[in-house]
Each structure stands twice: as C-alpha cells, then as structure tokens.
C-alpha cells in the first residue's frame, strides 16, 4: 500500500475551520494582521465559546476576564492565542472511531504538547511551535484507525503481542502513523519544520537530515511514557536519551535539574474534551 492511496480516501478526511487553515499559514507569516485574524476568529461562535472558555482557565493566570478574540490577543499574546484555536479546531474536527477513547488519546498528546513546550526553552526552540508539534505527533493513529479499519486490527493483535506500533504499521501497511501524520500536517499547510518533526519524531536520529523539533518531540514521548508508567526520576533519569538530547541542542543539565516540574504537567487544554 501507498501513503497517496490512503488520502484518497477525501471524504474520510477531517475538515479543519477556515479560520484554523488561515491561522496555519501565520506560521510563515512575519506581517500577520494580529487584529484581523483575532475578528476572523471571533466569526465562528462555537470556536470562539471555547477559545474563550480555555483563556479565562486557571491555567493561564490572566490578570482580567477575557471577553473577546482581541482580548485574548492582546492579555495572551497572538502566539497563545494561535495555540489555542488550533487545539479547539482540530480536536474538534477530527472523528474518531466507535469505541476509541477520544479524550485519552488528546489527553495523553496535550500532556507530550505541554512537556515539549516546556523542554523547548532549553532548546532555545519556539514554545508555541513545540506545543502544536507535540499536539499532532500522533494524529496520523487516528487516520489509520479511521481509514484502514482491518488492518488496525492486525496492528492491534502484533502490538498487544509486544511490537512497537511504529515497526509494527510498518511492516503492515509500508508506513507508520508518523508518516500520516506528516502528510496530513503538509496538506494541511504547516510549515516544514512541523511536518519533518511530526514525520521523524518517533526515530529521529535516523532521519536523512536531523530535525531538532523531531528530537524534541522524542524526548517528551519518553518523559510522558516514563510518567505514565510510574517510574520514579532516578530511572527516568538513568535511560534519557542524552544523544538526542545533545543533537537537539539542549542544556541538558538544566533540563534534567528541573526534569521533576514534568510530572503531571498541564496543557491547559483539557477542557475541549468535556462533552
């Protein structure tokens, strides 16, 4: 099978607000019209009930209420704001299957999201742009789940039996869930440094060329694993990946130093998944 094969499948695909492709273009965008976008925004109600819902969230400690998309720009800053109507539009927008636990699958990508922007300053990488990286890093499972119903069956069987997902889609279908979800991020417009993270992220120092937002994205899928498995920071600590830490640039001493602020990490974005 052929990645191209599974994305003509178009009217499987998931169809992102206008606003939220507008917002994908402000990436390249140096000359964005903040006020402009922030009016367009405030176009599509529902997005902007819960845009609105998550900034006024104790999580974002605004000094006032939040009342409308240009309040929301100017009190969070326009990156911020980006963020947050990215993750409303696109949890919202992509289907999942009967039986799928939605709100485990965004929850467990938020938590990677919110590790990632918190190891970005290490990295001197975009914060905003490693949230999102880290939002999406596994979008593409939802695809193949969606798409190729059968063969997540097989995928399922060889996973429970103790093979690595990754390998696993792979050797099945001829690419993985990290593929997919490159190739939906590049048509939905996301700038190259977000496809080649969300593409290379499961292996990265095997990528023809090393992406650093790839290996930041690998690093905080360990340290979410290493948490959700119940190790204790001595063993997290024990296995880290230091050559990707090192290939991505980071002050790993920092890092490691403050690496028990990762523990139950919040996203801030968990209430787009109330019903």
């Avoid at 696109?90 to 999201?113: E, M, Q, S």
């Avoid at 880290?240 to 830490?245: E, H, L, Q, S």
């Avoid at 290939?247 to 890092?255: F, H, I, Q, R, T």
Wanted: charged share 25%.
């Amino acid at each position: 099978m052929k990645l191209s094969d599974l994305f003509e499948q178009t009217h499987k695909l998931p169809n992102i607000p206008k606003v939220v492709q507008e917002l994908i273009t402000t990436f390249n965008d140096e000359n964005v019209d903040i006020e402009k976008i922030a009016d367009k925004i405030a176009m599509d109600p529902v997005l902007t009930a819960k845009v609105l819902r998550l900034a006024n969230s104790a999580h974002y400690k605004v000094s006032k209420t939040v009342s409308s998309t240009q309040d929301a720009s100017v009190l969070l800053g326009f990156s911020t704001l980006r963020t947050l109507v990215l993750a409303s539009g696109i949890t919202g927008a992509v289907p999942v299957p009967d039986g799928f636990d939605r709100k485990l699958f965004w929850r467990n990508n938020f938590a990677v999201a919110a590790t990632a922007k918190w190891m970005a300053k290490y990295a001197k990488i975009n914060a905003e742009t490693a949230f999102t990286a880290g939002m999406l890093h596994s979008i593409g499972e939802l695809l193949i789940l969606l798409l190729l119903p059968s063969e997540s069956k097989k995928i399922d069987s060889a996973v429970s039996a103790g093979g690595r997902l990754h390998q696993v889609e792979k050797s099945i279908l001829g690419f993985d869930y990290a593929d997919v979800g490159a190739e939906l991020a590049s048509r939905w417009k996301f700038p190259d440094e977000i496809v080649e993270g969300i593409k290379h992220h499961t292996d990265p120092m095997e990528a023809p060329e090393f992406n650093r937002l790839a290996g930041l994205i690998y690093l905080s899928v360990y340290v979410h694993d290493c948490h959700v498995e119940g190790m204790g920071e001595d063993r997290i600590l024990e296995r880290f990946p230091t050559n990707v830490a090192k290939a991505v640039g980071m002050d790993l001493d920092a890092a490691l130093e403050a690496l028990k602020q990762t523990e139950g990490i919040e996203s801030g974005m968990d209430s787009l998944l109330d019903d």
